[in-house]
């Protein structure tokens, strides 16, 4: 079930504007299968973007195309496995008025989804990444 919470968001005013962030609590078990799902996902598509090699040199592709595998699926699915089942709380968009650009929008992830004490979004309409933080006892 997802949650919402109050969260501030800093950009070029020196005052914070106020947001509200959608967030989610994974169990251990809902963690494990949506880190295999998603390491499966961009594993497969890592394969699937070397695979056209294979036509062009069938043979030589044998050897380093069975490399390349391997490091895929042995080393980098289960890293990223880690990674995703890491994440306890992730956070899917805050509903704010940027404080670039003072269009109200959803402000979406920008290259982590993980719900920290202070975190990045990123405005769709103007492009620009805004800090956010969680709103704390200092600021009431």
């Not at 106020?18 to 998603?38: A, D, M, N, P, Q």
């Not at 895929?72 to 008025?97: D, N, Q, R, Y």
Request: contains cysteine; aromatic residues 16%.
């Amino acid at each position: 079930m997802q949650k919402k919470t109050e969260v501030y968001l800093y950009g070029k005013n020196p005052t914070p504007e106020k947001g509200i962030v959608t967030y989610k609590h994974w169990s251990k078990k809902e963690r494990f299968f949506r880190g295999f799902k998603l390491s499966s996902k961009i594993s497969l598509l890592l394969i699937l973007v070397v695979l056209p090699f294979a036509i062009m040199e069938p043979f030589l592709f044998m050897i380093w195309g069975s490399i390349v595998f391997f490091v895929i699926i042995g080393l980098l699915g289960p890293l990223m496995h880690l990674l995703f089942f890491s994440e306890e709380v992730t956070f899917f968009s805050v509903k704010a008025k940027c404080p670039y650009c003072n269009n109200p929008s959803e402000l979406g992830p920008y290259l982590n989804r993980k719900f920290l004490k202070e975190f990045t979004v990123l405005c769709s309409s103007c492009g620009e990444v805004v800090r956010a933080t969680q709103k704390t006892d200092k600021f009431n």
